[in-house]
């Protein structure tokens, strides 16, 4: 007779249960959900077309606006719009209408955005990283329609209205500001041991703007032979860039608060209430006065050394094109193979030879990982001492540019400098180690307003001091420009190696 209880194998079910429809469904949410994690695989792609789209503007906006001044103010009569832009070769007034038109839009672009960027960046700790990289796109959205009604309409449109493309730029923050929206939106997902390698990746897709948008723009205009076709698909990418950040970039900020609610099962994290209108811009900028006089000293010469690099890089180009045509005769096809090469340089040390660096460093100086219990560096492994060679290969490249007055001084000079690419995001990701979590979108906030500022005066001051030189000495721009970056780099060892991490920074994320 058989025992009541029986054995354990016979009271094993001969088939397995079947998986409930509940269980499935709560395994494809998973997978959705880490599908659909925050990263910077998920913005690198979009920002890079956003750079790239900038950049491959570069050389149309410059047709369009020498074409339209040609045409309105100096050859009215003629209705061929590309002849009366011909007929303006050499023309030395259309060169100073020219040039003062683009002073104007510089000051009226960098002055908005000077106010705009701080503004948005401190409602971006508020309403998400999102928001404020759709709006960014809004701007540049607006000036593509302005300067197609220009083009379409010449006579009825006057330059004077591209302005207004400038004014929509400053006030959306355009790619400045998408630049900072997404520094920030990888601070929320980073830690500080990966995130300037991660902000390097924006620094090369904002580099990529230079190295391969006039390629594209080039490619465009000898197909289609007409700006009003580029100006189109660039109307089209900034339709689909809204789309694309509106509705398929995760949100990054949403992301972290709900991280630190299952950690700490506490109400979210309460956000600082911004300040609003124009007094935004005071309240960003005391992110970079802390009351410790260490970190303050600490936070002042990463923000202002960064800022500058930032205004040297975007009044530099024009310039060295400028230097190579006067002294060595180049022509378009030779400045733009010395232009790629140059920033494709610089492109390759950003998302691989640094990364590979700062890994090394990190091997050497952390070879059990950061000890348990014990406070937390602001900065990185090998983060200072980055900066320090970056500083000093920028300044070295710009001396021997000065010193060698031949063509393959500036090839040389030209790429020791863009080894120091790195630079900015290391220092950026420096200052984003040194602030709450809370005020991250505050800090990049000020960190754009100085970019505004900076973006004025720097291109200001390198144009007047190549201007009033280029007749006797053209290579003093140059030696400036190594003293600068030396001034910088001993300000750089004042930076204390022993700035605290705040306790946003020591959590893992």
Not at 10 to 22: A, F, G, H, I, M
Not at 246 to 275: C, F, G, I
Not at 288 to 311: C, H, K, Q, W, Y
Not at 471 to 478: G, K, R, S
């Amino acid at each position: 007779m058989t025992s009541q209880g029986g054995s354990e194998d016979e009271r094993e079910p001969l088939l397995t249960k079947p998986s409930s429809p509940n269980e499935n469904q709560s395994a494809l949410g998973s997978l959705w959900l880490q599908f659909r994690k925050p990263s910077v695989t998920w913005l690198l792609p979009m920002y890079t077309l956003y750079s790239i789209t900038a950049g491959s503007l570069i050389i149309p906006e410059f047709n369009a606006t020498l074409g339209l001044i040609c045409h309105q103010r100096h050859s009215p009569d003629n209705s061929n719009f590309q002849f009366a832009m011909e007929q303006c070769d050499g023309n030395t007034e259309v060169q100073s209408d020219l040039s003062q038109f683009y002073i104007y839009g510089q000051v009226i672009s960098g002055i908005l955005g000077a106010i705009a960027g701080p503004n948005l960046m401190g409602f971006s700790d508020k309403i998400g990283r999102k928001p404020i990289l759709v709006f960014s796109v809004l701007g540049p959205l607006i000036a593509d329609i302005i300067v197609l009604a220009a083009l379409y309409y010449p006579d009825e449109v006057d330059v004077k209205y591209l302005l207004v493309g400038y004014a929509m730029d400053g006030l959306s923050g355009s790619i400045i500001t998408a630049t900072t929206a997404a520094q920030a939106y990888i601070s929320d997902i980073s830690t500080s041991e990966n995130r300037a390698s991660s902000f390097s990746y924006i620094q090369a897709a904002f580099m990529s703007a230079l190295a391969l948008g006039p390629m594209i723009a080039g490619g465009l205009l000898s197909v289609f032979d007409s700006l009003i076709h580029a100006y189109w698909i660039a109307f089209a990418i900034h339709l689909s860039l809204i789309v694309l950040f509106a509705l398929v970039l995760p949100e990054s900020l949403q992301s972290t608060t709900e991280s630190q609610n299952t950690e700490e099962n506490t109400k979210p994290r309460s956000k600082p209430e911004a300040e609003p209108g124009f007094f935004e811009v005071i309240s960003s900028a005391r992110t970079l006065i802390p009351s410790d006089r260490s970190s303050r000293v600490n936070m002042l010469v990463l923000a202002i050394t960064e800022a500058a690099v930032f205004g040297v890089s975007m009044g530099l180009t024009p310039l060295q094109l400028a230097y190579s045509a006067y002294m060595f005769h180049w022509r378009s096809s030779a400045q733009s193979a010395f232009l790629t090469g140059v920033n494709l340089w610089s492109i390759l040390v950003l998302v691989a030879i640094a990364p590979l660096f700062m890994s090394f460093i990190k091997r050497r100086q952390q070879p059990g990982g950061h000890p348990e219990g014990q406070p937390q560096s602001a900065f990185g492994p090998g983060e200072l001492g980055g900066i320090r060679t970056y500083l000093f290969l920028q300044t070295v490249g710009y001396i021997t540019i000065a010193a060698f007055d031949s063509p393959l001084g500036v090839i040389a000079g030209s790429l020791i400098a863009g080894t120091g690419a790195p630079l900015s995001p290391v220092m950026t990701s420096c200052l984003t180690g040194m602030v709450s979590e809370e005020r991250q979108g505050v800090l990049l906030g000020a960190v754009n307003f100085l970019h505004a500022i900076f973006r004025i005066l720097m291109p200001t001051a390198m144009n007047y001091v190549y201007g009033s030189t280029v007749a006797t000495q053209p290579y003093t721009l140059f030696g400036l420009l190594g003293v600068l970056t030396g001034i910088f780099l001993v300000a750089s060892m004042f930076i204390g190696r022993k700035s605290l991490a705040p306790p946003r920074a020591q959590s893992t994320k």
